[in-house]
């Protein structure tokens, strides 16, 4: 049996690629350079990657193999192998995950006098209030369940907190049960901050499993408990919509929505104290088998640690704050650009973008411009139309509100909503029903393909025509993400960028024909042959002796088109640099293959989301696009993406140079894969000093 892809096959598993990465988050955790409650964070992501991963990417591969017929790409494995590989590797990262909390953090923590109290440890004073808080906040919430004929085993929801009890005695019936199960309410907090007058330092918690453990025989009244153990179950969290088969899909995704929680078991932790015959009562109940099982020292959601930064409100153990930089709105200065109004009054948005493109750098730029773009033609009577894909926006959005106003002030709006967002789904529904009541026309984008597209079009009168402004960019319209997600965002009026963004929404509006664009390439129609062409083009000219060479930065590779062509291309002797933050499926390095090409990771304070392609073209025409498509199969033929030339010198060098370039020079948050799929961390040769890309942004950005 096949258990891992071996250094001859040219592809890498892309679950297995996944997993790596989630390996390099975890790294973070353990780096003593990184603030440490920064850290306690980093182990916090990674808990909540591993959620995803197996709640949709292993959820997944246990569905393909009901095929037999099914192999994964671009790897051709079959289903059960990779998913006998992916678990030996889980297993291991998750064992990783409670050493760096038990042996690292916690130590380095209790340094710092932020200490989890076990409850070996409690005082008579803690005792006493942990009791008391859990008489008066637990208990009333709790619904012990005892398991007999009247009462099933229950349905548990998808990563809920649950405990398995053991009982000897009788209750009030005079029932000897022997087993209960404990559901812990979501709202309930995972981790306790003990007040001043229960405790002698400044910020001491306990685990809620641990105030449980030791109140739990309240439950019981009459009964002795002789064994309890937290587990906790993750569920198959894919939806299925046959969107030729519904009538209206936001009534079937809800439908869909209500089941999520009770998907298929995938995964099955418990703490490692639980007895063989109580896991494996467990592992009956949900029809699961060894390998699905996770025995883990400490709690059991890792993700809910997250809480502690905030409460031990420690400021000079995280990151030093930072602060974006605002986009300045400047006065009409310049002669010879048309002016539209003799007002001393600071220029519109519209004014600045018509004389010249104008580019963002997330997180390191402010978003507010984009929301003052909108913000401004709603209120603008000389705009007439405003139309935005949204595929992430976030709750309380200014983006929705903004969108609203301009319907309510009598603009055609038209919104593009993915429904189908992972995991913001119930948002987006709410979104746009909002949007709805408010006048707007809402769409929900194609069947069969998410929109995943960001485009802004807002058409303006002036004077004696239209004009059309938009903006693109590679990351999501939500207010949140970017401040922690690097993205570039373009403003433009460039008349072939409008006209195409204008043919693309009406392409999604009304199922129109968008074959015939002029500058923006676009999945599932062009944006995948478009990339290949250039690279074959690259190709070309190292055989014709010219400089070739790419540069591309993306949050994952796997389409096999892109990739064989990229060998082909290193073969030729093409110069290739790939940045990619994730999933890589290509492997370099390989003599005869790819010995052309590297590929670097970055991780470090904010999440690497950039989609920069950079091809050098030897016609003395060098091309740079920006993206929202990775080179990921789903991205370049089952979703609407778009992919955009940056145009303008300035904005050329500045992507060129802040997007790609410095990235390479990176050698504090660099790690470099190796042909057989693992990552080394780059570390500074001798008298080389240490250089962050993130940090010389953030230097750049705040002079």
């Given at each position: ?551 591309a930065k993306m949050n994952g590779l796997q389409e096999q088109g892109i990739i064989d062509a990229l060998y082909e291309a290193s073969q030729a002797g093409v110069k290739i640099d790939l940045i990619i933050r994730g999933i890589c499926s290509l492997r370099p390095g390989i003599p005869g293959l790819s010995e052309n090409i590297t590929v670097t990771s970055i ?101």
């Amino acid at each position: 049996m096949q258990t891992e892809a071996t250094p001859d096959t040219p592809y890498i598993n892309r679950e297995r690629s996944l997993l790596e990465f989630n390996r390099r988050v975890l790294a973070q955790a353990k780096n003593p350079e990184i603030p440490l409650l920064e850290r306690l964070k980093f182990l916090c992501i990674s808990s909540s990657n591993m959620d995803e991963f197996f709640e949709v990417r292993l959820a997944s591969l246990y569905e393909l193999r009901n095929d037999p017929a099914a192999r994964t790409q671009p790897d051709n494995m079959d289903p059960q192998d990779v998913i006998d590989m992916l678990s030996e590797v889980a297993h291991d990262l998750v064992k990783d995950q409670y050493h760096t909390l038990n042996n690292i953090l916690i130590p380095d923590l209790e340094k710092e006098n932020i200490r989890f109290l076990r409850r070996n440890r409690w005082t008579d004073q803690q005792k006493e209030w942990i009791r008391e808080y859990f008489i008066q906040s637990l208990q009333p919430v709790m619904s012990p369940m005892g398991l007999d004929p009247s009462h099933p085993f229950p349905r548990l929801l998808n990563k809920s907190l649950n405990f398995i009890v053991s009982l000897e005695g009788k209750d009030a019936f005079g029932r000897s049960n022997g087993l209960a199960i404990v559901q812990v309410p979501r709202s309930l907090p995972r981790i306790i901050k003990l007040p001043p007058e229960a405790t002698d330092g400044p910020n001491d918690f306990v685990f809620l499993s641990s105030v449980l453990h030791s109140n739990v025989s309240n439950l019981f009244p009459g009964m002795t408990v002789t064994g309890c153990h937290q587990f906790r179950l993750t569920r198959n969290t894919n939806l299925f919509i046959d969107e030729e088969e519904v009538d209206d899909i936001m009534s079937a995704l809800q439908g869909e929505l209500t089941s999520r929680q009770y998907g298929g078991a995938i995964r099955l932790e418990v703490s490692d104290q639980c007895p063989k015959n109580m896991y494996e009562y467990l592992l009956d109940q949900f029809d699961m088998n060894n390998d699905q099982l996770y025995m883990v020292n400490g709690p059991v959601n890792l993700h809910r640690l997250n809480a502690v930064p905030d409460l031990a409100k420690r400021p000079d153990l995280l990151f030093a704050p930072y602060s974006p930089r605002q986009l300045s709105i400047k006065k009409k200065k310049q002669a010879g650009f048309k002016l539209f109004s003799r007002s001393k009054q600071p220029e519109s948005l519209f004014e600045q973008i018509q004389r010249k493109d104008i580019l963002l750098h997330h997180p390191y730029d402010s978003f507010t411009p984009v929301i003052e773009f909108l913000q401004q033609a709603a209120k603008d009577p000389n705009v007439l139309a405003i139309r935005m894909t949204l595929y992430r926006t976030g709750e309380k959005s200014a983006i929705i509100d903004a969108l609203e106003k301009a319907a309510r002030n009598g603009k055609e709006v038209t919104a593009v909503v993915e429904l189908r967002a992972r995991f913001d789904e119930d948002n987006n529904i709410i979104q746009a029903n909002r949007l709805q009541d408010a006048g707007v026309n809402v769409v929900y984008g194609v069947v069969g393909y998410k929109t995943h597209a960001k485009m802004i079009l807002v058409v303006r009168r002036e004077e004696d025509q239209l004009r059309q402004y938009v903006h693109l960019g590679t990351g999501n319209y939500h207010h949140i993400t970017t401040r922690f997600y690097t993205d570039f965002g373009l403003f433009s009026a460039n008349p072939s960028m409008g006209r195409d963004v204008s043919k693309i929404f009406q392409q999604l509006t009304s199922l129109g024909d968008t074959n015939n664009l002029l500058v923006l390439l676009q999945s599932p129609f062009t944006l995948q042959p478009g990339m290949v062409k250039r690279i074959q083009r690259e190709a070309e000219n190292a055989r014709l002796g010219k400089s070739a060479r790419i540069i591309a930065k993306m949050n994952g590779l796997q389409e096999q088109g892109i990739i064989d062509a990229l060998y082909e291309a290193s073969q030729a002797g093409v110069k290739i640099d790939l940045i990619i933050r994730g999933i890589c499926s290509l492997r370099p390095g390989i003599p005869g293959l790819s010995e052309n090409i590297t590929v670097t990771s970055i991780i470090g304070r904010f999440l690497e989301h950039h989609r920069v392609y950079y091809f050098e073209n030897t016609d003395g025409n060098p091309e740079l696009f920006c993206s929202s498509a990775d080179w990921m199969r789903r991205n370049l033929f089952s979703r609407v993406e778009t992919c955009f030339p940056i145009l303008d010198k300035n904005n050329f060098q500045q992507v060129y140079t802040e997007g790609l370039a410095i990235y390479l020079d990176d050698n504090v948050g660099a790690w470099i894969l190796q042909p057989d799929g693992s990552y080394l961390k780059r570390e500074p040769q001798q008298d080389e000093p240490p250089f962050s890309a993130q940090d010389w942004l953030i230097e750049k950005y705040s002079s």
